[in-house]
């Protein structure tokens, strides 16, 4: 499996905005679509977003589209989550996954997840 490492979660207040990171350790990110996922306490894991290897983007959620954009960063080896207007409904632990070039939104489709960052929105 690869080793992903998320990065940027925190507390945020409603209407902040925050960016997450995933980096790859000691592999390059390139070759793989790499999917965010998040998860509420007491609710099943749920996709945000994905970008393919090539860098074309998918925002899974209407409610998403709009504040939440991904990018890749190739010379950092990583790939950046940029979420603004955050809300409370935002909460939750925040995963990066990989899998080879195309993008999903099904947890199963990916085998490779990095640990979390819990991001909370709350005054």
């Known amino acids: 499996q690869l080793q992903l490492v998320e990065s940027g979660g925190g507390l945020v207040q409603p209407g902040g905005s925050l960016r997450l990171s995933c980096a790859g350790s000691?592999?390059?990110?390139?070759?793989?679509?790499i999917g965010w996922f998040r998860q509420a306490p007491g609710k099943e894991r749920e996709a945000v977003s994905c970008?393919?290897?090539?860098?074309?983007?998918?925002i899974y959620r209407d409610s998403l589209k709009g504040r939440f954009s991904v990018s890749r960063d190739g010379a950092k080896n990583t790939v950046a989550l940029q979420m603004s207007s955050l809300a409370p409904e935002d909460t939750g632990v925040y995963y990066c996954?990989?899998?080879?070039?195309?993008?999903?939104?099904?947890?199963?489709?990916?085998?490779?997840w990095g640990q979390g960052t819990q991001v909370t929105v709350s005054s």
């Open positions: 000691g592999f390059s990110l390139n070759p793989y679509a």
């Open positions: 996954a990989a899998r080879m070039v195309l993008c999903s939104r099904r947890v199963n489709d990916f085998r490779s």
């Open positions: 970008i393919t290897s090539s860098g074309s983007v998918t």
